[in-house]
């Protein structure tokens, strides 16, 4: 176990601060680990980049943090070296990809709810109304509060979305606000 924590609760809850504190003198390493933890990158025994079985050129991730290739090779050697950093990121997988793009190709919508992301029941709350109006979840997205700054639950839906339903979604106290995408 990773000094410093109580377990895996705590060990998740301060996954994004130690990231931080690992790398706090470095912002361009930093940059690179945030986009590993956006893709699902993860770090083989031999310090090569994948996600999933498909290999990550140093180059190309390089050119997506806005940093050199040797950064992400430092980067990536770190982590291989440092026991607290691998056991995240030699265990990444990538969550899939997001249909937000896609609803109105695949007849779909997109209900994007901003709310406290640290309430408690945010999802089955939203879910719960949606589910009694007998519509059907395709795909839940939720940021981490801890790596998005205004993190938010996005839910594909199929079909449209009615005002009614939007409206008893409003009233949820936790939610602060709906963006329907179609």
């Known amino acids: 176990m990773w000094r410093g924590t109580r377990g895996n609760r705590n060990q998740l809850k301060g996954l994004w601060p130690s990231i931080e504190r690992e790398f706090a003198r470095q912002g361009s ?3 690179v ?3 590993m933890l956006e893709y699902g990158i993860r770090v083989s025994n031999d310090g090569k980049l994948f996600v999933g079985g498909l290999e990550v050129d140093y180059s190309a991730l390089a050119r997506d943090a806005g940093t050199d290739r040797r950064v992400v090779k ?26 937000l793009g896609v609803v109105s190709s695949i ?6 709810i901003e709310a406290d992301p640290r309430a ?5 709350r939203v879910t719960g109304v949606l589910a009694k109006h007998g519509i ?4 839940a997205l939720a940021d981490d509060p801890d790596m998005v ?30 963006t329907v995408r179609k």
């Open 107 to 112: 007849g779909c919508s997109a209900i994007i």
């Open 29 to 31: 390493r930093l940059l």
């Open 149 to 178: 700054r205004d993190a938010n639950l996005t839910l594909i839906v199929e079909g449209a979305v009615g005002g009614g339903v939007i409206g008893e979604l409003e009233a949820l106290e936790m939610v602060r606000g709906i």
């Open 33 to 35: 680990v945030r986009k």
């Open 120 to 124: 408690a029941g945010v999802i089955s």
């Open 136 to 139: 059907i979840v395709r795909q």
């Open 74 to 99: 430092q980067t990536a050697a770190k982590i291989r070296t440092h026991p607290f950093l691998y056991s995240i990121f030699g265990g990444l997988t990538p969550a899939g990809a997001s249909l």
